[in-house]
DNA sequence: ATTATTAATTGTCAAAACGACAATTAATAA
DNA sequence: TTATTAATTGTCGTTTTGACAATTAATAAT
């Protein structure tokens, strides 16, 4: 019979893939590997799985210390763990999706953090499968921003109909008419529309709106069908 | 610099949920467990991922190890990675979830394969963190469920509209009007309706179904909206 | 001061989907 | 021939959707 003394041990490690939003395009922050193999080269933010701490743990932790950013809104997307995707040595991660909003992060950014904001369409080729991983990420914020209201997660405490139709174009790189989007996102009874408007870019300014916490939290499990025409 | 030789290593394990349909409720195979610790307790059927195979590849090792059954459907749901999740060893484990139909894997039964089925309400308590992943499992299938076209891997080739009506029933532990679940099972078109009926269970027969392999594959990704008042 | 310009906001309407509800049909058993 | 049972098909008012246009609030230009 089996026993846990024969059976090989790996490393494991997490992956983040880091989403933004700079108001016109998606983004992704990226790090430059500090250890061999690929020193230097551009890569996610990961590492190792620690000994008293699981790969939920290990994932806020390297967010935390790359981005200075607690509380951030991290998903698990999926294991990675072909026997050769690390030439060094076996190690299988855990792929991570993250949420930040862009503005925070840059009000913390200093010399500790050695991260870069890249845009999503125009990156710099990554080590390993972390590639693949982009993709994967960028498949399943489709599906999920599709169905619950995530997005939010990238924008300011305070935001516009408007930001939030663009990130929506954006994160699922397609036209959405803006009448029909207005009226589903406000449907959703989530936003709550604020007396102040943002005047920048454009002459008339457009209304401020918060984020219902109560409702969003009570409901972040509901379906909603946020995207017209919906296929994946 | 952290480097690879430092890191702590660990045992990685899969553990599929393997779930059922004998026509009126839903099950799940469990197994004997074959190790200490915690020997011949009931746990999931699982095992440790090889060194030369991907988790993937162990989950599907495992199913046709202990059933004897190749090219079911499996879906990696999330991986389980408390540190003391289990008592001899830190070990990570990769949380699957299959649909058989249960008639082919009692076609496969033999002494080879010491597996059981129980009714998912009326199962025996599991070992280490299994109780919750089977809680996951089914709440991941509900979801998906709700969405996708998967519960066919439950049936058999040839199956009646009540039939698939009961299992959604099951699965989403509610009642479903007969009508409208008829007319929108029907309308995704994935149904082929076969001249041939069942007469077994009721006077008049319900009719024969087959899937639309061709439509199944190419929409797999496609959103529907199986379930009235969706929710989650 | 009036007008042009720009982007945000609100509005219309026909088609489709939805959900609540009941009648009909095809078989067997009495 | 009739009673019984479960499968199948049907109705209808409400809501949601998606395609499309008009109005409004501000600033810039004349």
Redesign the pocket.
Known sequence: MIEYSRQPHYLVAVDCIVFGFDGEHLKILLVKRGLEPEINKWSLMGGFVGANESPDDAANRVLKKMTGLEGVYLEQMQIYGEPDRDPIERTLSVGYFALIDIHKYEAQLNDDYEAEWFLINDRPKLIFDHNQMVADARKKLRYKAALHPILFEMLPKKF???QLHILFEEVNDTKI????F???I??TGLLIKLAE?D?T???????YFKLDKKKYHANSQAFL?L????KV
Do not use: H
Not at 177 to 180: E, P
Not at 201 to 207: C, I, L, M
């Open positions: 516009t109909i408007p008419d803006t009448r029909n207005s009226r589903k406000t449907s408007k005047r870019g454009s002459k008339k300014g457009a209304f069908n995207m017209p025409n919906l």
